[in-house]
């Protein structure tokens, strides 16, 4: 290849906004990277963090050729070896496990590193492998699950607004959501939104950069939106503002809920939230009196024992409001209910019916497994209770692959490590979960040293293992073809030479697009209001915070120049990052003798982490913040906060439970650990 190319791609990472990109290619390299300036949405601008995803592919620290252990488990030391030393050795360890152990003893276990449908978790890549194998399933459910099944149930779908329809709203809440750090081009129809009028109100724990921006910050109790919720409906009541009409056409149990949202009274709400009554009442008013309204609540706020409960109840002011009929109104939270590309399990290919193991309960249930297969993931940094998955991560009879750029946490503790390779150097097919469209990546470069995509390891470890269905050898421009083969309305016209010509394509929806103005893809077409007596239901924190030995309740944002634990390792934006910090507001600090710039232990009985303490009236009393994405091991404690976040399940999806926790935050002796 050899002089100046300009190769249309899409960014893979898990953030809503799935960037549209152009990669300037000379003489075969990768020289400029840029957001694509005719995307609707990316309108030319990628983030903080993905401006330096060229740098990235190129750091010293990649890993570029298969490489076996050669000292002990969570050591990081490692031997090159060939890609045939590597697959042999593999492939005699599956087969002696599923001659002994059976396949379900193998658990694939992979994360949003990618959200490619066909590098990546959306298209589960590799399933076909693992059904032919008999190994388990895997239950992704560490993001959104909650929330998805949650609204679900209430509507038939997650999807909801189209969020370019934010420019036409009149009122926008950005509940429990930081978009100028995670998702910010959803900011520029905010502000057009803005310029004709909108008031903006930022509803969040923290006050977080988009709070900052906000025309009003209310600082809400961790796990008490649903009471929220329902103290904004019950003002709403009080004016006689419901929509009568769409809710006698296009909902079911409306009376019980109506009963359910006067037993939340302003005061109760007050006490329950720690927002002040006359806020609550001030926008329950302003909630009441402005069309179209617009709720924008992402993935954060679900992630505590109430979450998807919480979901459905604030679901449900865009039908009491009457606001799903209004452009410009509604609830956004995936649009990913909106993508019917024609996804296909493969269960044909199994034997008989296998296991599921569940994504956050990697600790408890890693004992019964003999191999796990790592991918798109870093469970180490990411996951919750790593203290225990470390401790079963070194288990000698447990075989550990992990097919990685970069030497994790987690990649220190496999016995095979597989070079896989970045965005620029394979095929994949997108959809972000923030917008309307679809995204073609084409590959611009050649992978470095011997790096190999995933779905290319999976068809070399097929034919190393001898397995003869057809469907593992598909090539990804044909995987690409079944995909797109739906016969859904959203998708037609929409080929693959189409995308490849284009870059991305809008998918069949109207603009403005009003989802549910005439019903739901509900069995009965209308949306069902959670039963009463189940519209709100208490987190841990909620329920216990401020008693005990543990009486604050730690939440984990996410960091502005980290994406989950992917790019941790960039030495600029670790720079920029700092070291790890816990906000911790004055009157908690001053009680426990924290100082800014002191570290200090934050701790529980699942474990501790340490980080440097800012006092900040950021964050209400009663809360602490510490961001996540630092890599343990490049950290003094060589723990993050993942080390205090326990094993449980919300309500709904077995959704994890990140923002819902107990710890202290106890001061370090000045010569003591983290000094």
Request: hydrophobic residues 35%.
């Amino acid at each position: 290849m050899s002089g100046e190319l300009r190769v249309l791609g899409a960014c893979p990472l898990d953030c809503p906004d799935g960037c549209s990109w152009v990669v300037t290619v000379e003489d075969g390299e990768a020289v400029k990277l840029r957001g694509n300036p005719d995307h609707p949405y990316t309108r030319g601008a990628l983030c903080v963090k993905v401006n330096r995803y060229l740098e990235h592919t190129r750091a010293d620290d990649r890993i570029l050729y298969p490489m076996r252990r050669t000292g002990p488990k969570g050591s990081g030391r490692f031997e090159r070896i060939s890609w045939d030393e590597a697959l042999d050795e593999i492939s005699a360890r599956l087969r002696g496990i599923v001659e002994e152990h059976g396949g379900e003893a193998i658990w694939p276990y992979q994360g949003t590193g990618s959200l490619g449908y066909l590098q990546g978790c959306e298209g589960a890549a590799g399933r076909r492998f693992w059904n032919v194998l008999g190994a388990s399933k895997h239950w992704l459910n560490i993001c959104s699950s909650a929330g998805t099944t949650g609204l679900t149930l209430s509507n038939g779908t997650a999807g909801g607004m189209d969020t370019e329809d934010f420019a036409l709203s009149r009122l926008i809440l950005l509940w429990g959501t930081n978009p100028l750090t995670s998702g910010h081009h959803l900011w520029k129809f905010v502000q057009e939104a803005r310029a004709n009028g909108a008031y903006v109100v930022a509803i969040d724990p923290i006050r977080t950069r988009t709070a900052d921006q906000a025309d009003e910050h209310l600082a809400i109790r961790p796990g008490t939106d649903a009471a929220l919720a329902l103290g904004l409906l019950n003002v709403v009541l009080a004016e006689g503002a419901q929509d009568e009409e769409y809710l006698a056409a296009h909902t079911e149990g409306w009376e019980a809920f109506r009963e359910e949202i006067l037993a939340y009274p302003v005061e109760r709400v007050a006490e329950i939230t720690g927002i002040p009554a006359e806020a609550v009442h001030s926008l329950g008013t302003r909630l009441a009196r402005t069309r179209p309204t617009a709720i924008r609540a992402t993935m954060g706020i679900q992630r505590h024992e109430g979450g998807g409960t919480a979901m459905r109840t604030i679901n449900a002011i865009a039908a009491v409001t009457g606001d799903w009929r209004h452009p410009g109104g509604g609830v956004a939270y995936s649009t990913s209910g909106h993508v019917h590309l024609n996804i296909d399990p493969r269960d044909d290919l199994l034997a008989r019916p296998v296991r599921t193991r569940t994504m956050t309960r990697l600790a408890s249930e890693l004992e019964s497994v003999k191999c796990l297969w790592v991918y798109g993931a870093n469970p180490l940094g990411s996951t919750s209770d790593s203290g225990a998955i470390r401790r079963g991560l070194a288990r000698e009879d447990l075989f550990t692959v992990v097919m990685e750029h970069f030497p994790t946490d987690t990649v220190d503790y496999a016995d095979i490590v597989l070079p896989a390779t970045m965005q620029i150097e394979h095929a994949d097919l997108h959809a972000g979960y923030g917008h309307m469209y679809l995204h073609w990546n084409e590959p611009a470069v050649e992978p470095p040293g011997e790096c190999l995509s995933t779905t290319e390891t999976f068809r070399r470890l097929a034919r190393h293992m001898g397995m003869t269905e057809p469907s593992l050898y598909d090539s990804d421009l044909e995987l690409a073809e079944q995909l797109l083969a739906s016969d859904h309305p959203s998708l037609e016209g929409v080929t693959l030479d189409r995308l490849r010509k284009e870059g991305w394509v809008r998918m069949n929806y109207p603009k403005p697009f009003t989802p549910f103005a005439e019903g739901f893809p509900t069995r009965a077409g209308r949306t069902r209001f959670p039963s009463r007596g189940k519209a709100y239901v208490p987190s841990l924190s909620a329920r216990e915070g401020g008693r005990g030995p543990y009486p604050l309740t730690l939440i984990t944002p996410a960091a502005h120049t980290f994406l989950n634990t992917t790019f941790a390792n960039n030495p600029e934006l670790r720079r920029r990052a700092k070291d790890p910090v816990v906000l911790v507001n004055p009157a908690d600090a001053a009680a426990r003798g924290l100082e800014s710039g002191r570290p200090a232990r934050v701790h529980n009985g699942g474990g501790e982490f340490l980080a440097v303490v800012e006092v900040s009236d950021r964050v209400a009393r009663g809360v602490v913040a510490a961001p996540k994405g630092h890599w343990p091991k490049h950290v003094p404690g060589g723990a993050n906060p993942n080390e205090v976040v326990r094993e449980a399940d919300a309500d709904h999806g077995r959704g994890a439970v990140y923002h819902d926790n107990l710890v202290e935050v106890t001061a370090c002796p000045a010569d003591g650990a983290g000094s």
